[in-house]
């Protein structure tokens, strides 16, 4: 058990890395080109990569890589090499947003406020939106460990 969870491990860690990395490095180029902007639409984005991250990106990355080895037996996914890696991704990351986006984001917590869709179009396309980065995330280290030869023990664990 233990061959595969420190693989795993690994993964579930390089990919949060890479998600709030990337994120943040986003958000703070936004804020700079935001920058002759009022301390107020300054804090409103604050507030929006809070929510967004922490309440969004990371949760779905998480169901998503827990929702990978479901994908994998249902679809045999892991003999189809990379390209069943990323296909089995993907479908985990959209099924992942679907109940984060339902549940976690409309709910109000302390200094993160609720999100509103104003439709179920809305709904969708932030599910989509949200989808991209995470599937990224777990795709990218996921390839890098196979390339050392570790992905298939990490693929297996996550």
């Known amino acids: 058990m233990s061959g595969r969870l420190v693989p795993g491990l690994v ?4 990919a949060t890395l890479l ?8 958000a703070y180029a936004a804020s700079r080109l935001a ?7 300054r804090t409103a984005l604050a507030i929006w990569a809070q ?4 309440k969004g990106l990371l949760p ?5 890589l827990a929702l990978w080895p479901v994908c994998d037996r249902l679809l045999g996914l892991r003999a189809r090499g990379r390209a069943g890696l990323a296909a089995g991704l993907a479908i985990a990351a959209f099924v992942a947003g679907v109940p984060v986006a339902a549940w976690l984001l409309p709910l109000e917590l302390p200094r993160l406020p ?3 869709f104003r439709g179920p179009g809305n709904f969708a396309a932030t599910v989509l939106e949200m989808s991209v980065p995470v ?11 196979r390339a050392r030869g570790d ?5 297996a664990a996550a």
Not at 11 to 14: H, K, P, V
Not at 19 to 26: C, D, H, I, P, R
Not at 51 to 54: G, S
Not at 135 to 145: D, F, H, N, R, Y
């Open 11 to 14: 993964w579930l860690a390089s």
């Open 19 to 26: 998600l709030a990395g990337g994120f943040l490095l986003f």
């Open 35 to 41: 920058g002759g902007a009022g301390a107020e639409a």
């Open 51 to 54: 929510v967004v991250l922490v």
């Open 60 to 64: 779905q990355l998480w169901l998503c």
């Open 114 to 116: 609720a999100v509103v």
């Open 135 to 145: 599937w990224l995330a777990g795709l990218l280290p996921a390839l890098v460990l």
């Open 151 to 155: 992905a298939s023990r990490a693929v």
